[in-house]
């Protein structure tokens, strides 16, 4: 009998799968067709030349640069906002006059738009009339700070932006994990007398772990097809500085109008990512399952 | 289970970035016109009923255009689709509507440095065919273009485009500054250097002695092109090759990052032609070389805290014997799009579009000093809007170099494989002759392979 019944759900699973199974295959098809040629949005011919797109970008080395970058970017912001949005979980997960406001505010940055908070952080950087420069200055910590014109900083403020947007984001999942948890074990270890600290190590984040395995894959797989906040803040500069593979296949793509490149080095990024990451939850996963 | 979900994982992160690899672009497609179209029927409108749509770019011109279309359609009753959208989408959004040719545009707006482009790969119309047409060339009056502007826009002699507006580049100083400081006013890059090494010392640090864009891209080569010409180097040699590793051209980008590593404001290496406008704008650095439309806003009491305090003068030069001259001639100009399903309407609008009758009025309308029509440039608003550097504008047009940027249809990439030579000299990264190196080769690989 429920056999049958799951049977019958196949039938209506089975036309959704087909469209998203026919939509990728066709868009997967034409960005190989694309990716052996050498199509070039100025040019008005284009020929089919094989891997050479593929040689060539293993000989770049600003490709291979950017991907550094994009792990750089991608694994700071996600570590930090994982940190950040546990810790606020944590704090705020009490009864307190005014709770449900703190966490309505608490996500006003994870609605607003990318590339308008991508514009308000360009402002707030403004190194002569920004508003960051001046507290700063304010409080004696100088007010000459260089955020997106200099080497050292213009990645470490990509950062701070992209993790002010996304910790929030890192709290609702926390804070619905906390909500759902169990107060037994909880109290069972109370009982024991198990101290605050043990009670949070072995007894709290063994159960946030699901929870803090979703945030952390959704925030990374997100950070590293970061795009707009990059393309707004900076353009990938100075000095390639920010430059992280989306953006550097945007330039082909769009300014430079290699669109052959462009999806060639999509396609190595996709697969280079990919491969890392699942071997990266695999590792993650297997560990658990062993303890 | 944990199998599955291994599988669930990847397919997540495998979708996820090929889509997050199309990139997600806003969408800037700005305010379409609807005109009041209608009138009266005759055999004077034997366009009526037709329908074009035009891309233009986000620019005064354009918003004049829009705001005074009703009488075209009114006149011709052809209906108009106008959609506006920023300079930095807009040759993208174009290439990608040319190259599927699906004549989604009829009449596309853009930068010389993208025409070349577009008849490269054949997607706009050579317009002599209508320009001769007497039958519907009743708006188009060639001697009333600045000729600089319409020489720009042919190719081999046969034109391509209509020029909508032009610009040039000039020096822009802090008169005030200047006297107060007793700097007189530099022709020459050592001359530069010394007025802003000047005010920086004077003002003790407050006011930066000159701002230019930093921004790596065309934001910086626009600037930095003056200084690789006025030091007597050049974009292309006699074989079409990139000549960016002279030594000219090393000269002129490391008086580039002295200057605004020494004078320059916090910060300069991100300034695009926004940020660099507005800290001239705001008093806060007393020169500035850019282009000619900043006049307009520096003499705009609504924008700008120092209108009547600048000074306007012809860019700097170094070299007695440079190979062009070291102010740019940019012209954006109207392309009819050989896909177009209504050529003849297309081209009423474009030939309307710039004829001195609706330039004079734009000028009313929008800040617009980049006007193409001389008749225009006589007129009594543009005297009273852009007196106070009008004179030096016209000069710096007059001695304005068509080759100021490359001419290929290759431009866009030369420009960005430059523009982040010059963000690394800059930035310390490397010097200036190795960063011109790495991108001269970059370049020649790409002209080589034809």
């Known amino acids: 009998m429920i056999r049958q019944l799951r049977n019958r759900a196949n039938y209506w699973v089975m036309p959704v799968l087909l469209i998203l199974g026919i939509m990728s295959v066709v868009v997967m098809g034409y960005s190989i067709y694309m990716a052996v040629r050498d199509i070039n949005l100025v ?4 020929s089919f030349v094989g891997f050479d797109n593929f040689v060539a970008l293993f000989h770049d080395s600003r490709a291979w640069a950017s991907l550094w970058r994009t792990l750089v970017f991608s694994v700071s912001a996600t570590g930090i906002e994982l940190l950040f949005g546990l810790g606020l979980a944590l704090f705020l997960n009490r009864q307190f006059v005014g709770r449900k406001l703190v966490r309505t505010l608490l996500l006003i940055p994870m609605i607003m738009t990318p590339v308008v908070s991508g514009l308000i952080w ?11 420069n001046y507290y700063m200055g304010v409080l004696g910590m100088g007010s000459k700070h260089n955020w997106l014109g200099s080497m050292d900083l213009a990645m470490i403020s990509v950062i701070i932006a992209d993790v002010w947007q996304w910790t929030p984001f890192v709290f609702l999942i926390l804070a619905a994990g906390l909500d759902a948890m169990p107060n037994e074990p909880l109290e069972a270890a109370e009982v024991d007398g198990a101290s605050p600290i043990q009670r949070f190590i072995h007894v709290v984040l063994p159960l946030l772990a699901p929870s803090l395995m979703i945030a952390f894959l959704l925030r990374i797989i997100d950070s590293v097809k970061t795009f707009d906040i990059i393309y707004v803040m900076t353009r990938g500069g100075p000095s390639l500085a920010t430059e992280t593979t989306n953006m550097y296949a945007y330039i082909q793509g769009f300014n430079n109008f290699n669109i052959s490149y462009a999806t060639v080095i999509n396609l190595t990024i996709t697969v280079i990512i990919t491969f890392i990451f699942t071997t990266v939850y695999s590792k993650l996963s297997g560990s658990k399952a062993r303890r | 289970m944990n199998k599955r979900l291994k599988w669930g994982a990847f397919a997540l992160l495998a979708t996820s970035v090929v889509i997050g690899g199309c990139g997600n672009k806003a969408d800037n497609a700005g305010a379409t016109g609807t ?3 209608g009138a009266t029927s005759g055999s004077d409108m034997p366009y009526k009923g037709k329908e074009i749509s035009v891309l233009l770019e986000g620019h005064s011109t354009s918003n004049a255009i829009q705001k005074i279309l009703p009488e075209f359609e009114q006149k011709t009753g052809i209906k108009v689709n106008l959609e506006i959208v920023p300079y930095s989408d807009l040759t993208s959004k174009a290439l990608i509507n040319f190259s599927s040719r699906s004549g989604r545009y009829d009449i596309v707006m853009d930068d010389i440095v993208h025409g070349y482009g577009y008849v490269n790969a054949g997607y706009v119309e050579p317009l002599d065919a209508y320009t001769t047409n007497a039958s519907i060339n009743a708006d188009f009056d060639e001697a009333d273009f600045v000729p600089q502007y319409l020489n720009a826009m042919k190719i081999d002699k046969v034109m391509y485009g209509l020029p909508v507006y032009g610009e040039s580049t000039f020096l822009m100083y802090r008169k005030d500054l200047f006297e107060e400081y007793g700097i007189k006013v530099p022709t020459t890059f050592d ?3 010394t007025a802003a090494k000047t005010v920086n010392e004077k003002s003790k640090g407050d006011i930066a002695g000159i701002t230019l864009r930093g921004e790596q891209g065309i934001q910086n080569v626009y600037v930095w092109a003056t200084f690789l010409w006025g030091f007597g180097g050049q974009w292309l040699n006699e074989q079409g090759l990139t000549d960016l590793a002279s030594p000219e051209a090393a000269k002129a980008l490391d008086f580039y990052q002295e200057i605004l590593n020494k004078y320059g404001p916090t910060g300069v290496a991100n300034f695009g032609w926004q940020e660099n406008r507005l800290l001239f704008q705001q008093g806060k650095a007393a020169m500035t070389i850019d282009a000619t439309v900043n006049g307009a806003y520096n003499e705009d009491p609504k924008e700008s805290s120092i209108v009547g305090k600048v000074g306007y003068a012809p860019v700097p030069t170094q070299s007695d014997n440079p190979k062009g001259g070291a102010s740019s001639l940019t012209v954006h100009g109207m392309y009819l799009s050989k896909e177009s ?12 579009a710039t004829a001195k009758e609706q330039q004079i009025k734009s000028m009313s309308i929008e800040p617009n000093s980049g006007v193409s029509s001389l008749a225009a440039m006589q007129d009594s608003s543009f005297l009273t809007k852009f007196g106070a550097f009008k004179d ?3 000069e710096a047009i007059e001695n304005g170099n ?10 866009n990439e030369v420009i960005n494989n430059t523009g982040v030579a010059i963000s690394k000299a800059l930035l ?19 002209l080589s392979a034809k």
């Open chain 1, 122 to 132: 360009r402002v707030f950087y403004d190194p002569n009339a920004g508003i960051i």
């Open chain 2, 392 to 394: 030096t504008m016209l």
């Open chain 2, 341 to 352: 399903k209504n050529k003849d309407a297309a081209w009423l609008f474009m030939s309307w």
């Open chain 2, 35 to 37: 005109g009041a179209s």
């Open chain 2, 428 to 446: 310390g990264n490397k010097s200036a002759a190795d960063a011109l190196k790495e991108a001269n080769d970059l370049n020649n690989k790409l």
């Open chain 1, 43 to 46: 040019k008005s011919v284009t």
């Open chain 2, 191 to 193: 001359e530069l250097m």
């Open chain 2, 402 to 411: 068509t080759q100021y940027l490359p001419q290929i249809p290759q431009s």
